[in-house]
């Protein structure tokens, strides 16, 4: 079956870490995302890709970084420049037809906390 | 700016009907999305709507009037399982990014 996955589920981090959460789909999909989500808060987009080895930031993009250099990867890693990092991240990818009327299907996520 | 507002909480009853309504103001307009998230979970796709009037997918249907920046998702023959948050999300560019609402956590009760 076609999907996205987000490895792992729970991460937890060290001070001063960076940390990689990965996140792989097969549905051929050629847009991905990378969201924060924190409680009562709604998605927040840190990166964005809509093509292989290109990106461009979100909102929060400050203490992420991203790469794309195959079309099914969009690993984020968080740096430790990113002094907030607990939350729940969601990665999404879409097709990529006319001005963007396809729907994002997203992955399981992954639950980052700092130790 | 660009702006999304849903109700931030909603509370109905096993078998009833529910109105989730969603106001924007944005810059443009390609379509409106619903999506739903249950606790822990990621959101999952709903609907869509880019013209004016409802689109129905059994239960779920989805209302939208461009001129007014408004849409609303309905719930009807409500189940326990439909306890959840509701997101409301505009793509208002050609850039494909949305903006997203902050959701309805809508409680079903017995």
């Known amino acids: 079956d076609g999907g996205i996955t987000q490895s792992p589920k729970y991460l937890f981090r060290k001070e001063g870490q960076n940390v990689t959460l990965s996140c792989e789909q097969n549905?051929?999909?050629?847009?991905m995302y990378w969201y924060r989500q924190d409680p009562g808060q709604g998605l927040r987009l840190i990166y964005y890709?809509?093509?292989?080895?290109?990106?461009q930031k979100g909102d929060i993009a400050e203490g992420y970084s991203v790469s794309r250099e195959k079309k099914e990867s969009f690993p984020l890693t968080v740096t430790s420049a990113q002094k907030n990092p607990t939350a729940f991240y969601l990665c999404?990818?879409?097709?990529?037809?006319?001005?963007?009327?396809?729907?994002?299907?997203f992955g399981d996520g992954t639950r980052l906390s700092i130790l | 700016g660009q702006n999304i507002d849903q109700p931030t909480e909603m509370t109905a009853t096993e078998g009833a009907i529910v109105q989730i309504n969603c106001t924007y103001q944005t810059s443009g307009f390609n379509g409106l999305f619903w999506y739903q998230q249950h606790a822990g979970e990621a959101p999952t796709f709903l609907s869509y709507n880019v013209l004016d009037g409802l689109e129905e997918k059994g239960r779920f249907s989805s209302f939208l009037s461009r001129s007014k920046g408004y849409s609303y998702l309905l719930l009807k023959e409500l189940q326990m399982k439909d306890s959840a948050s509701y997101l409301c999300?505009?793509?208002?560019?050609?850039?494909?990014?949305?903006?997203w609402g902050l959701g309805t956590s809508l409680a079903v009760n017995p």
């Open positions: 999404a990818s879409s097709i990529i037809v006319g001005v963007g009327n396809q729907p994002q299907h």
């Open positions: 549905l051929n999909h050629d847009a």
């Open positions: 890709s809509q093509i292989v080895n290109d990106f």
């Open positions: 999300a505009v793509n208002a560019g050609n850039n494909r990014k949305l903006i």
